[in-house]
């Protein structure tokens, strides 16, 4: 199954996508907008190109599982997004991926702007290959957060 991550931002959006098969994702483009709405429609579309059968959006839990201001704006946008599009959009317990992606980065020495211009989709991918590996070791469980 082809399914799109998004890691949504205040002012940029990574999105990620991975192959039908699930094993591999890869980042796949930045939305720079302020409107949830807007980055919303650009993310249901960039699905629809895709050919997504799924969206996960990083929900980001604090460290101590509880769900704080930037996870309710998360939800918020993952509700505006549900509204756009029949795919099942989930919830994606994103607690550490841009510091993964950081170290990524890091690690091919990517600086300056080239590193602004791709840590989200990054981080998104982050988010996908975690949804992944869970996918992958718990075949047929519901998902955590489940879908909205």
Not at 24 to 30: D, E, V
Not at 34 to 53: C, F, H, L, T
Not at 58 to 65: E, S
Not at 123 to 136: D, H, M, N, Q
Request: charged share 20%.
């Amino acid at each position: 199954m082809r399914i799109l991550a998004i890691d949504y931002g205040d002012a940029r959006t990574g999105l990620a996508v991975c192959d039908p098969g699930e094993l591999l994702a890869s980042p796949l483009t930045t939305i720079t907008h302020y409107d949830p709405a807007e980055v919303a429609r650009q993310a249901a579309q960039a699905a629809n190109n895709a050919g997504a059968q799924r969206i996960i959006v990083g929900y980001p839990l604090n460290m101590d599982g509880s769900a704080g201001p930037r996870a309710q704006i998360c939800q918020d946008f993952a509700l505006t997004l549900q509204k756009l599009t029949p795919l099942p959009v989930l919830l994606w317990d994103e607690r550490g991926t841009t510091v993964t992606a950081t170290r990524y980065l890091n690690a091919t020495d990517t600086r300056g702007k080239k590193r602004k211009q791709v840590i989200d989709a990054v981080a998104a991918t982050v988010i996908l290959e975690s949804y992944l590996v869970w996918r992958k070791n718990h075949p047929g469980e519901e998902e955590p957060h489940g879908t909205l």
